[in-house]
């Protein structure tokens, strides 16, 4: 089993390198990829040795499982600032999942990386994946306003599964990015209807 790092305990400086290590490897994912993500361009991008990576992230899955922790949490700030529009329950959601895939579809190759590395079994993106889930569902909560919050939560769990597979589809090529949002749109619309 994988030892999570404790981000709280960085230094300012330990914490600024691993910033520099994921925003290296983010540009490397957006220009090139998956494959274009090798550690030893991370750490030349970052201007750090290649040990201090291994010091932060187990392997490159764990390291783009991190940047799609960022990148959630990025999303979800901006999510905030602009809350969904909406008469219903149903109608904010779909705003809110729009939003969030059009953000994933400006960069497909960096969110095709994200998507490949998290799906990974590697035990060390267990972490990032719950904290995925968990920035998911918080992004999901509030544009469901006060309803039951038992059937809150399974409708989030059943969009996240829908999200997650949905992008899984489009990234293996089996749809396209377009799909993403209309799988979601109509999930969310059939979850909701009748809240």
């Known amino acids: 089993m994988a030892v999570e790092l404790d981000l709280g305990a960085l230094t300012p400086n330990q914490a600024a390198r691993r910033q520099r290590v994921i925003d290296a490897a983010m540009k490397l994912a957006a220009d090139g990829g998956y494959d274009a993500v090798q550690m030893r361009d991370v750490a030349g991008e970052a201007d750090v040795a ?69 799906s990974s079994p590697d035990p060390a993106v267990s972490g990032c994946q719950r904290e995925v889930t968990a920035v998911m569902a918080g992004v999901l909560a509030g544009p469901m306003g006060d309803i039951d919050p038992k059937l809150k939560a399974g409708i989030i769990r059943a969009l996240s599964h829908v999200w997650f597979s949905a992008l899984l589809g489009w990234v293996n090529g089996w749809t396209n990015v377009g799909a993403v949002g209309e799988e979601l749109e109509s999930a969310a619309r059939l979850l909701l209807r009748d809240i």
């Open 50 to 118: 290649l040990g201090t990576i291994y010091r932060y992230f187990a392997s490159k899955d764990h390291l783009l499982a991190a940047c799609q922790v960022e990148f959630a949490r990025a999303e979800q700030r901006r999510l905030v600032l602009r809350p969904a529009p909406g008469d219903t329950a149903a109608d904010r959601v779909v705003d809110v999942l729009r939003r969030a895939t059009r953000a994933q579809e400006r960069q497909p190759q960096l969110t095709a990386a994200m998507v490949t590395a998290i």
